[in-house]
């Protein structure tokens, strides 16, 4: 998932911060993040799902990688996120 974000100029990528974080229910939560999944019957951790970002000038992207194969990956990076651009 990209999207552009005007804010990010060569500056704070050289000096800067870039901060993000997901909306999960009604809290936001600080990325990245991994999250243990339990798809089976019994209470055992699955896979990991791992969410993270990173940027360049202009650009934000956030990804997800998992200990499964990439095609059982359910994604999690929709929603709601908040940057937070600083100088």
Known sequence: YQVNIPEITQEIVDNGVVIVY?????????MPFSMPIDVGEMLSVDYVLDVGYFY????LSIVQTSSLKPA???LCIDGSFKV???P
Request: glycine letters at 10%.
């Open 22 to 30: 997901k909306l999960s229910g009604a809290k936001w939560q600080a």
């Open 72 to 74: 059982m990956i359910s």
């Open 84 to 86: 937070v651009v600083l």
């Open 56 to 59: 360049e000038t202009g650009l």
